[in-house]
């Protein structure tokens, strides 16, 4: 059998962001990018639609009502479900950062990020060990 790794076309990538500018500002530039996209207001949201065993990639607001970004971070691994998770927040705190990138996360992006870092984080992400584990037979 021969295995393909999913690109850009073919992947799905996520976006949790309790802003609604934001989550949709991110949406368009992922479309226009070329991704396939989906964005949700929260993380309960997320987790309710099941989606989360095909996303290749997880962009995720780390301060948000309810379940917070790290707490989510903590549940999917806890599920044994390791999407690469790119944190956004405008909230600077070098032991949130720390945290999350210890616990796993492929990228920390403080807003406002610019599209290039977006994307270059992005695509980093497609390209690490647990993306991987998502190829297709």
């Not at 992947?11 to 964005?39: C, I, K, N, Q, Y």
């Not at 639609?49 to 301060?63: F, N, Q, V, W």
């Amino acid at each position: 059998m021969n295995a393909k790794i999913e690109t850009r076309e073919t992947a799905l990538v996520l976006v949790v962001e309790d802003d609604d500018l934001m989550r949709s500002s991110t949406r368009r530039l992922l479309r226009s990018a070329g991704f396939r996209v989906e964005a949700f207001a929260s993380a309960e949201e997320f987790l309710k639609s099941g989606r989360a065993a095909e996303t290749a990639c997880l962009i995720l607001d780390l301060r948000m009502p309810g379940m917070n970004g790290l707490e989510l971070q903590r549940h999917l691994a806890a599920e044994g479900c390791h999407i690469p998770i790119i944190f956004i927040t405008a909230h600077d705190n070098q032991e949130l950062r720390m945290q999350a990138l210890r616990e796993g996360a492929v990228d920390f992006l403080l807003k406002p990020f610019s599209e290039e870092a977006l994307l270059q984080a992005i695509r980093k992400a497609l390209k690490t060990p647990h993306s991987d584990e998502r190829r297709i037979t």
